[in-house]
């Protein structure tokens, strides 16, 4: 069994930066990719950004591009999101994907 906890979510205003952390623990036998997911009220749940274990590879969504950065942390199993320039329209419940295992969720509020 896999458990993922998300933290760092919180209230900011348009243009300001929050780091996302998600510590993975449990029965990890091996990671190929953790992902960041995001989820707003009424809409499905959406593609953030991705980072490669091994090399370290990052892919982002285009609506996020240039604006969050994802790393990680081996030793600590643990992945981050950096998000600077937040948008009123990057509010949502940001989650923590490692194969088919979530985390509970962490909420992003943009707004002034």
């Known amino acids: 069994q896999v458990r993922l906890v998300e933290s760092g979510g919180g209230l900011v205003q348009p243009g300001g930066s929050l780091r996302l952390s998600c510590a993975a623990s449990g029965s990890i036998f091996s990671i190929n990719a953790m992902n960041w997911y995001r989820q707003s009220p009424g809409k499905e749940r959406e593609f953030v950004a991705s980072i490669w274990w091994s090399l370290g590879n990052t892919y982002y969504a285009d609506s996020v591009k240039g604006r969050f950065t994802i790393f990680r942390d081996k030793a600590k199993n643990t992945v981050y999101l950096q998000m600077n320039s937040l948008k009123p329209e990057d509010t949502a419940v940001y989650y923590c994907?490692?194969?088919?295992?979530w985390g509970q969720g962490t909420q992003v509020t943009v707004s002034s």
């Open positions: 994907n490692l194969a088919t295992n």
